[in-house]
T-cell receptor, first 113, second 116 residues
Framework: SQQGEEDPQALSIQEGENATMNCSYK?????LQWYRQNSGRGLVHLIL?????REKHSGRLRVTLDTSKKSSSLLITASRAADTASYFC?????????????FGKGTHLIIQP | EPEVTQTPSHQVTQMGQEVILRCVPI?????FYWYRQILGQKVEFLVS????????KSEIFDDQFSVERPDGSNFTLKIRSTKLEDSAMYFC??????????????FGDGTRLSIL
């Protein structure tokens, strides 16, 4: 089954606006993580939310998790041109150490100056 | 801030040749991973490594692949006989062992592998 499917696939907004990306998954998780990837670069960890948490904040980022709907959202407030990147959710469904993450296809976010 | 480093950044290899991708994880991390990302597709888990042995591997990680931690700092991925479909970006990641299992994985910038 597919885990970590994001929507939209692409999002273009004006600088200063808020950007919301969603992620859905199908099987139970231990935690869900959001990563950013700039073109041709590696994945940068943004935020981790545990299965028993509902909301988490980090600077301009806000992540929510609804385990009953098996979904998560990433909100970036007051977007900047430097936020242009692809954003991926990744699920850890095992709970032990050395667990491989399952990534979605990502949302490509473009911030128009 | 400590980071995961990968070399080379780009590797071009003839089909059928062996290739070794190298990674230096963050020094106090205990869990190590390899992922790949074929152009335009999602990042896929290959293998995890802990305590000098493979902990988990995916269906992609067949007999052509192997991993090794030859010393205290390097973590390598070897592909024995490369195929065209092995062309992808390969990412190494490492993770600290914490009091709880919820630790983020830290990724390197990747090695772009091109098979001709």
């Amino acid at each position: 089954s597919q885990q970590g499917e994001e929507d939209p696939q692409a999002l273009s907004i004006q600088e200063g606006e808020n950007a919301t990306m969603n992620c859905s998954y199908k099987t139970s998780i231990n935690n869900l993580q959001w990563y950013r990837q700039n073109s041709g670069r590696g994945l940068v960890h943004l935020i981790l939310i545990r299965s028993n948490e509902r909301e988490k904040h980090s600077g301009r980022l806000r992540v929510t998790l609804d385990t009953s709907k098996k979904s998560s959202s990433l909100l970036i407030t007051a977007s900047r041109a430097a936020d242009t990147a692809s954003y991926f959710c990744a699920t850890d469904h095992s709970g032990g150490g050395a667990d491989g993450l399952t990534f979605g296809k990502g949302t490509h976010l473009i911030i128009q100056p | 801030e400590p980071e995961v480093t990968q070399t080379p950044s780009h590797q071009v290899t003839q089909m059928g040749q062996e290739v070794i991708l190298r990674c230096v994880p963050i020094s106090n991390h205990l869990y190590f991973y390899w992922y790949r990302q074929i152009l335009g597709q999602k990042v896929e888990f290959l293998v995890s490594f802990y305590n000098n042995e493979i902990s988990e591997k995916s269906e992609i990680f067949d007999d052509q692949f192997s991993v090794e931690r030859p010393d205290g700092s390097n973590f390598t991925l070897k592909i024995r006989s490369t195929k065209l479909e092995d062309s992808a970006m390969y990412f190494c990641a490492s993770e600290a062992a914490g009091a709880e299992s919820n630790q983020p994985q830290h990724f390197g910038d990747g090695t772009r592998l091109s098979i001709l």
